[in-house]
T-cell receptor, first 112, second 112 residues
Framework: DAKTTQPNSMESNEEEPVHLPCNHSTISGTDYIHWYRQLPSQGPEYVIHGLTSNVNNRMASLAIAEDRKSSTLILHRATLRDAAVYYCILRDDQTGANNLFFGTGTRLTVIP | KAGVTQTPRYLIKTRGQQVTLSCSPISGHRSVSWYQQTPGQGLQFLFEYFSETQRNKGNFPGRFSGRQFSNSRSEMNVSTLELGDSALYLC???????????FGPGTRLTVL
């Protein structure tokens, strides 16, 4: 499985934008980039995913580098509820296999 | 729509015993994946079941097994429990080739 590298932790002030980076230099052509987050005492929840183009949804934006070797999850205005561990995951969506490799993730602390 | 439910939520066992955990997926979802989360190893994939067949398997010993029933409910079993099996066990469901997995709240297993 292709692996991802993320910083262990990041901090952000409340209501400011947050950019969470992820490196995936060994990504294959069929790998999609998925982001999940895990709030304290909860199971992970899906945030966003993309293949090549930048993606936006109600939760966040995903910016993907042109060579696809890195990506950035963008939270436009961090709230206290966004404090969580964020996981960047590569998944071959063509196979439909649901065996996600989570890695260590980035623990985001939001400062009031 | 009801979410993924897991029972029991908490469990205490002693070394050498066996345990069975249950997962009820979201209605209509046919894929169920199981994950183990520990402070040391993070979130690790155990196995995935789709239409009552094991479709993928992680790198865990044979003491960890699972099955899926015709109504898509799934169980996982751990035999001959070890102290290191203490963990949060999460299950996730998804529809056929869906990109998003929906996680349950987990079962917290403590082995004494």
């Amino acid at each position: 499985d292709a692996k991802t590298t993320q910083p262990n932790s990041m901090e952000s002030n409340e209501e400011e934008p947050v950019h969470l980076p992820c490196n995936h230099s060994t990504i294959s052509g069929t790998d999609y980039i998925h982001w999940y987050r895990q709030l304290p005492s909860q199971g992970p929840e899906y945030v966003i995913h993309g293949l090549t183009s930048n993606v936006n949804n109600r939760m966040a934006s995903l910016a993907i580098a042109e060579d696809r070797k890195s990506s950035t999850l963008i939270l436009h205005r961090a709230t206290l509820r966004d404090a969580a561990v964020y996981y960047c995951i590569l998944r071959d969506d063509q196979t439909g296999a649901n065996n996600l490799f989570f890695g260590t993730g980035t623990r985001l602390t939001v400062i009031p | 729509k009801a979410g993924v439910t897991q029972t029991p939520r908490y469990l205490i066992k002693t070394r050498g015993q066996q345990v069975t955990l249950s997962c009820s997926p979201i209605s209509g979802h046919r894929s169920v994946s199981w994950y183990q989360q520990t402070p040391g190893q993070g979130l690790q994939f155990l196995f995935e079941y789709f239409s009552e067949t094991q479709r993928n398997k992680g790198n865990f010993p044979g003491r960890f097994s699972g099955r899926q029933f015709s109504n898509s409910r799934s169980e996982m079993n751990v035999s001959t429990l070890e102290l290191g099996d203490s963990a949060l066990y999460l299950c996730a469901s998804s529809s056929y080739q869906d990109f998003e997995q929906f996680f349950g709240p987990g079962t917290r297993l403590t082995v004494l």
